[in-house]
């Protein structure tokens, strides 16, 4: 027995180096490839403010697409030759999201070896060049440099959408045409207002720490790199009209593509972050449909109204006085609404990051949404971006709840709290990864937890929340209607018109949106509901004990999660709680029940 003991004490400083060994190994990995990533991807590093590759635009060839998922192979044997039973706690939890996303990664590029998504009115090069030259950083020389790198890289870049849709095209699988008709008009726009729109615009306000000369030099250089560039954008435009537009297909669902019915349910898979097939996931919506709208029916007669939910939601989206009719008005009303969100933030939260958020309008573009969170960085605020094109279309009614998805407690909490959570605790892919079960599925919770900041005393506002919600719930009807049930376009655009009150052309935006990016809107009601039932859980198993500013930071607390990853981590806190017998936790006046 001595002598066994004694071989365990020798043995035991080389058990504990393998064991730190395969820690910092780990770690070595998780950050190269965080670095690799942010190289192949210079649009993304700037968004998050990195900008060591700020003179860079994504290699879009088809050669590049196959380096990157041999590249993607290569990372996910490495990792698997690491031995996992050896890593602990976050490490361990890092170590299996980085490998289920090399995974996803492959899984993906199995379906075809070219961009299946390449470009829709709703996303694409004519929204995405904007979009990055207003993230781009302008005060230095090198800043300078670097977007007259990006501006050359452009031809490039466009070749390399060309080809991914030009394989495509070989394939049968293409854009559906009805989400690609307004893009060619958008690039003529961008390219004719070249000299005047947003890429020029830095060339104007070079500042004057930069020398004279060099001023001189960077707008010579900056306008020949434009000139080339709006020949690049010729080229995509042309291609579009002329070729691709043409071939592209007039059906609408993932499942008239060759292979697309595996392919959505890959994507709804990957959107939802769990098992769900499509079948069930439209299930869930019909239902979630059928509840909130006899909460909505319930609420109507206290706005004062006389008559029934369909006729309300028509005077809803229609009725003048229920619209802003300046856009300063609309920008006022929502920064009163974060303002007071922020103020009242510690009655759902343990944890308030101090990183603040403005709001501000949007740029010009097509098939804008409502709104959007813009995360910020080292040079700048994140923001609240709001459209404030059409106001007849933005009704007060949707502004709170609005403000509460995508600044706060939404978007910009679950944002900035990742961000603060140290290197040593997350490593940087986890600090700023993305998955919409977990991000949209936490706002889309967050809007309901208004009543507790202040919001739906007002019987429009709580109308407001219902409706989004209402939205959220028959995406997944509609989404899956589309992609797996041949829904056409016109009984989609009837279902959300039947049972929401946005205005019609909204409406339609959303369908086409269902239709340009299949299955993405699914995650925001399944992670919803997600978080809500974990909450109920957390209640009923600490019942007085239960504190819901404990909750949340837990929910937050590891950064974003895939949903059955995030219930672990849940049940773990629950059982931690109870293990630590807290007391009851206090209850603040006028908020029980109401999250």
């Not at 942010?38 to 998050?48: D, F, H, V």
């Not at 490039?156 to 008709?181: N, Y």
């Not at 869930?284 to 319930?298: N, S, T």
């Not at 959303?510 to 997600?530: C, F, M, N, S, T």
Request: proline share 5%.
């Amino acid at each position: 027995m001595r002598k066994l003991f004694a071989s365990i004490i020798l043995l035991a400083p080389f058990v504990c180096g393998a064991a730190d060994t395969t820690t910092e190994s780990a770690r070595r990995l998780f950050e190269r490839e965080w670095q690799w990533q942010l190289r192949q991807q210079p649009e993304y590093a700037t968004g998050i403010g990195e900008h060591r590759h700020g003179g860079l635009l994504s290699d879009t060839s088809l050669e590049a697409r196959a380096a990157a998922v041999e590249h993607a192979r290569k990372v996910l044997d490495e990792a698997r030759r690491l031995e996992r039973s050896e890593l602990q706690g976050q490490d361990r939890i890092s170590y299996d999201l980085f490998v289920a996303a090399r995974e996803r990664e492959l899984a993906a590029a199995a379906f075809t070896a070219f961009d299946p998504q390449p470009i829709s009115s709703w996303d694409g090069l004519h929204l995405r060049l904007p979009r990055l030259v207003a993230q781009m950083p302008f005060a230095t020389e090198q800043d300078y440099r670097n977007y007259l790198g990006r501006l050359n890289a452009l031809p490039a870049h466009v070749d390399g959408l060309i080809e991914q849709m030009r394989a495509g095209m070989r394939a049968g699988w293409t854009v559906p045409k009805v989400v690609l008709i307004p893009v060619p008009e958008a690039l003529r726009r961008l390219r004719e207002d070249i000299a005047a729109g947003p890429l020029f615009a830095p060339l104007q306000r070079i500042p004057a720490a930069i020398e004279a000369e060099v001023r001189e030099d960077l707008v010579d250089g900056g306008i020949s790199a434009l000139a080339n560039a709006a020949v690049a954008l010729y080229r995509l435009e042309d291609f579009l009209r002329a070729a691709y537009l043409p071939a592209a297909r007039d059906t609408i669902g993932a499942s008239s593509l060759p292979g697309g019915a595996a392919w959505y349910a890959f994507l709804v898979q990957s959107s939802t972050t769990t098992g769900l097939s499509p079948a069930q996931v439209h299930a869930i919506g019909l239902k979630e449909v059928a509840r909130i709208r006899a909460e909505m029916a319930a609420l109507v007669p206290r706005t004062g109204f006389r008559g029934g939910l369909d006729r309300f939601l028509v005077f809803a989206r229609s009725d003048r006085r229920l619209f802003f009719a300046q856009p300063d008005a609309l920008l006022g009303r929502y920064r009163k609404a974060l303002a007071r969100a922020k103020a009242r933030l510690p009655k759902i939260v343990g944890t308030v990051p101090t990183a603040e958020i403005t709001v501000k309008p949007m740029q010009d573009g097509i098939a804008q949404p409502v709104a959007y969170y813009e995360a910020g960085s080292d040079e700048r605020s994140a923001a609240l971006v709001v459209n404030l094109t059409q106001l007849g279309t933005r009704p007060i009614w949707q502004v709170d709840s609005v403000a509460l998805h995508e600044g706060l407690p939404g978007h910009h909490l679950q944002v900035a709290r990742a961000q603060i959570l140290s290197e040593t605790a997350l490593p940087a892919f986890r600090r700023h990864a993305w998955f919409d079960a977990f991000g949209e599925g936490w706002a889309t919770y967050a809007e309901g937890l208004g009543a507790q900041l202040g919001f739906f005393d007002d019987p429009f506002s709580r109308f407001g929340q219902l409706n989004e919600e209402m939205l959220r719930a028959a995406r997944l009807v509609v989404d899956t209607g589309i992609h797996a049930q041949g829904w056409s376009r016109k009984e989609a655009i009837d279902y959300l018109n039947a049972h929401t009150a946005n205005p019609p052309q909204d409406n339609e935006a959303e369908v086409d949106r269902y239709i340009a990016r299949p299955a993405q809107a699914l995650g925001y009601k399944i992670g919803q509901l997600r978080i809500a039932l974990l909450r109920d859980r957390a209640r009923a198993a600490l019942g007085g004990r239960f504190d819901l500013r404990r909750f949340h930071d837990a929910v937050l607390g590891n950064g974003a999660l895939p949903l059955d990853l995030l219930q672990r981590q849940v049940e773990a806190w629950i059982l931690s709680e109870k293990e630590a017998g807290r007391p009851a936790a206090p209850r603040a006046k006028g908020t029980a029940g109401q999250e």
